[in-house]
């Protein structure tokens, strides 16, 4: 799984001078993963997905896909890619098939392919029905379906679940796993839930402010945000436990009462339960909180700047 399927290489990109939209991203996505970029709104996600698909042009970019420089073939690579970037384009007036089979002739696939796409996101029944008459579930898969129509290796997925309902984003999620282990292939998939990617994604890449802020295996995030996790403490002496903790952490007061801690592992957690009950302290609640996005992308560049 380790073979680079998208690799780009100290890619910088700005839409005006002085601007530095990316700065120095290498974002390298394995052969067979589902790999989840994710960021905050305006972070650059779009920005690198567009240039990757040649969307947007960048001179000086050094992309590779499938092993070879994007600039050298870029019409033989998007051959090899299915992409749905922002909104999906659909003929609302047409049925699911008319709208496949539009894409279908100007994209040169065999007539069979429609059958078997329709199977595949789980729209056979409903192809005769009119788009418009889809929820927006079911207009992101026929979507799904045309980018699936040349049968690619890649596909690059902005946003999928976007404003759809919970029905919608579980359909979504199942058809990305789905097409990932039956169909083979790798998905990179951009989102801004961390929740979201961590459902299904193998690879993760943070993007904030245009800079790659971690990229890993989703356990090594899982790692990462386990031996970083908050504590929240609450106890019948709080001013006791305070004097008790002070070398824990930087430990804190909050507004009610509560002592919070810092980014610390579960193991200190346990630590600290065992040094209050031992003093005496009666604690009402210890809690583990988890981590947000804001969270963590603060707690990693805290890092990168150690
Ligand atoms: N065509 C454009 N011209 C000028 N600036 C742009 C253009 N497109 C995007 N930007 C800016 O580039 C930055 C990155 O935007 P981008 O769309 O890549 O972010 P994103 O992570 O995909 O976020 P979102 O989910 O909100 O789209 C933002 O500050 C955005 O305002």
Redesign the pocket.
């Given at each position: 799984m380790d073979q680079p399927i998208i690799e780009t290489n100290h890619l910088n990109f700005s839409?005006?001078p002085g601007e530095n939209?990316l700065a120095d991203v290498n974002l390298s996505a394995p052969k067979g993963s589902i790999y989840g970029f994710l960021?905050?709104?305006?972070?650059?996600?779009?920005?690198?997905l567009r240039l990757i698909l040649g969307l947007l042009r960048e001179e000086n970019a050094h992309i590779k896909l499938f092993g070879n420089e994007l600039r050298d073939d870029r019409i033989g690579m998007l051959k090899k890619i299915g992409s749905l970037i922002e909104q999906p384009s659909l003929y609302m007036h047409l049925t699911g098939r008319e709208n496949l089979e539009v894409f279908r002739l100007s994209y040169g696939c065999p007539k069979e392919r429609i059958n078997e796409v329709l199977a595949i996101v789980g729209l056979s029944d409903a192809a005769g029905k009119k788009a418009k008459a889809y929820s927006l579930g079911m207009k992101q898969r026929l979507a799904i379906a045309i980018a699936l129509l040349h049968n690619p290796e890649l596909l690059i997925l902005?946003?999928p679940t976007n404003g759809l309902d919970p029905t919608g984003i579980i359909e979504i999620r199942d058809l990305i796993r789905k097409l990932n282990q039956q169909e083979g292939k790798t998905i990179l998939i951009?989102s801004?839930l961390l929740a979201e990617v961590e459902k299904i994604a193998t690879h993760v890449g943070i993007?904030d402010h245009?800079k790659l802020l971690f990229q890993g295996t989703l356990n090594a995030l899982q790692v990462l945000k386990t031996i970083h996790t908050c504590a929240e403490v609450k106890v019948d002496d709080t001013a006791r436990a305070l004097d008790l903790l002070k070398h824990e952490n930087a430990a804190t007061l909050e507004a009610d009462d509560t002592i919070r801690f810092g980014y610390i592992s579960e193991m200190q957690v346990a630590t600290i339960n065992e040094m209050l009950v031992r003093a005496g302290i009666r604690v009402y609640r210890i809690g583990v909180m988890k981590n947000d996005l804001e969270d963590l992308f603060l707690q990693i560049l805290s890092e990168k700047q150690l």
């Open positions: 839409f005006k939209i960021g905050p709104n305006g972070a650059g996600k779009t920005t690198t902005d946003e951009s801004h993007i245009g």
